[in-house]
């Protein structure tokens, strides 16, 4: 089974910073895998946000795009920098960890963007 255990989080003000990461652990981690980080929105539905391969490839959602950072390194850690928060970015933030036998999520951080 795979563990996700994520940090970060918090309340700031619009245009402020912030930076979650997400740290898998377990012993059934296959070679290739996407993590990445989805949230959601009081009222709305779950959203991508941006995710990693284990082969370096990236993806990140529309709203996101030039504001967000995800990187990751060898110890299966996931990183996600956000600049330039926004209002709208508020939301409960999930790590996630898919591979071909398993899709995995953390428990869940709060990112708050208020004046």
């Known amino acids: 089974q795979v563990q996700l255990v994520e940090s970060g989080g918090g309340l700031v003000q619009p245009g402020e910073s912030l930076r979650l990461s997400c740290a898998a652990s377990?012993?059934?981690?296959?070679?290739?895998?996407?993590m990445g980080w989805y949230r959601r929105a009081p009222g709305k539905q779950r959203e991508v946000v941006a995710t990693i391969s284990s082969y370096g490839t990236t993806y990140y959602s529309d709203p996101v795009k030039g504001r967000f950072t995800i990187s990751g390194n060898a110890l299966n850690t996931v990183t996600l920098q956000m600049d330039v928060l926004k209002p709208e970015d508020t939301a409960v933030y999930y790590c996630?960890?898919?591979?071909?036998?398993?899709?995995?999520w953390g428990q869940g951080t709060q990112v708050t963007v208020s004046s």
């Open positions: 996630n960890l898919k591979q071909s036998d398993s899709d995995n």
């Open positions: 377990g012993r059934n981690i296959n070679s290739y895998y996407v």
